[in-house]
């Protein structure tokens, strides 16, 4: 590759890394609580476990589940209802005091036999609810989230130009080489580069789901006008109802349209999921991809009818799909040890890199066609 091709990747890479270190570090740090959420919450004693009991009727009716959560907080108001993966016999209710609250959620958790009320997780409070609002939009909403997804996309550019780079640099290396006895700082480039190739592919796909997780809530909206627009459009003139019918009719209903699909979860009225006017009930599949792809069946709030279903578009189904791999919670414990591996390697490529720039700042720096000749002299 020419040198003046080279000079441009290397500017690339020098001011796309500079720019987003220090918030990936940062992402790097706080996810690595994040990839074993589960755990720790079973751990700290957050987790609700349901009771071990025998029962042999049929299980609580919707309303009634929603009937129950209703009474634990009169005056908030219902805004999902889903299902623990890892405690099928529960249902979840979250409230807040409007449809459109961006804060103040509180969740019930009951029993789907016996709508029994388990308990109230706590919310918006602890260590690992710090750790996950820094990491997904630095306490900064909507703004944060753009901003955080603008560094993924800086990561991005500085990993592809940093293979671009590691050619020249490393064909008379043996792969995996660290000139020990070559001073700190080649012993930190060598380290830089062979952990940077050694987890190339694992830091484009968590970048890459980076991404798209922080424009997930412009993904959502952009769907709500596009498809959700034409699906609602018979009600875009009508007020919103002032009492809704029955929840378990609109449920069956979404059981009778797809007999081969499970129950995922519900959103309320007024929801960026729904609309002012109905339950979205959204069904899924049972497999380990199927269950996090989702699709939405309209059910008219009030008289239970089925407004429209319609699969999601592309857009969202690789957002659905993007959540889970980004903290790889698709293959239970192994999966999330080899991301906490990754991750701890991605952290120490970001913290070479940032060392190996500092050290440059106050010393001479020969120009790249004379650093490559003496990586190659080496």
């Known amino acids: 590759m020419k040198i003046h091709s080279l000079k441009t990747w290397a500017w690339v890479h020098k001011w796309s890394s500079l720019v987003c270190t220090v918030f990936m570090l940062l992402l790097c740090l706080t996810g690595l609580p994040l990839i074993f959420s589960h ?196 009600y875009k003139n009508l007020p919103p109802p002032k009492t809704l019918g029955s929840l378990q009719q609109a449920v069956s209903v979404a059981n009778a349209l797809e007999p081969e699909m499970k129950l995922g979860f519900i959103a309320f009225p007024g929801t960026p999921y729904s609309s002012q006017h109905h339950f979205a009930i959204f069904m899924r599949g049972d497999t380990p991809v199927t269950k996090r792809l989702f699709k939405p069946v309209l059910v008219d709030a009030q008289t239970a009818q089925l407004t429209d279903s319609r699969t999601l578009p592309w857009y969202l189904t690789m957002l659905l799909i993007s959540q889970p791999l980004h903290f790889g919670d698709y293959a239970g414990l192994p999966l999330k040890i080899i991301w906490l591996i990754l991750d701890i390697f991605t952290i120490v490529v970001l913290w070479t890199g940032l060392v190996l720039w500092w050290k440059k700042r106050n010393h001479y720096v020969p120009d790249l066609q004379t650093r490559i000749k003496l990586s190659e002299a080496y």
């Open 39 to 234: 755990e720790i919450h079973d751990f700290t004693g957050q987790h609700i476990k349901t009771p071990n009991i025998v029962h042999d009727g049929p299980m609580a009716s919707m309303d009634m589940l929603l009937s129950k959560a209703q009474s634990q907080h009169p005056v908030l108001v219902p805004l999902y209802m889903y299902q623990d993966e890892d405690e099928p016999l529960q249902w979840i209710v979250r409230l807040a005091r409007s449809a459109d609250a961006g804060g103040g959620f509180k969740h019930v958790v009951m029993d789907a036999r016996t709508a029994k009320v388990l308990g109230e997780p706590p919310s918006e409070q602890g260590f690992m609810y710090v750790m996950f609002k820094l990491h997904v939009d630095l306490f900064a909403g909507l703004v944060g989230m753009v901003f955080l997804g603008f560094m993924g996309l800086l990561l991005v550019i500085a990993i592809i130009s940093g293979v671009v780079l590691y050619t020249p640099f490393m064909r008379r290396l043996a792969f995996g080489e660290i000139r020990h006895h070559k001073g700190e700082k080649l012993k930190n480039l060598d380290v830089h580069n062979f952990l940077g190739i050694a987890t190339l592919a694992w830091a484009l796909v968590v970048g890459g789901t980076g991404i798209i997780n922080a424009w997930g809530e412009l993904l959502v909206k952009y769907w709500q006008f596009d498809q959700m627009g034409a699906m609602i459009a018979p």
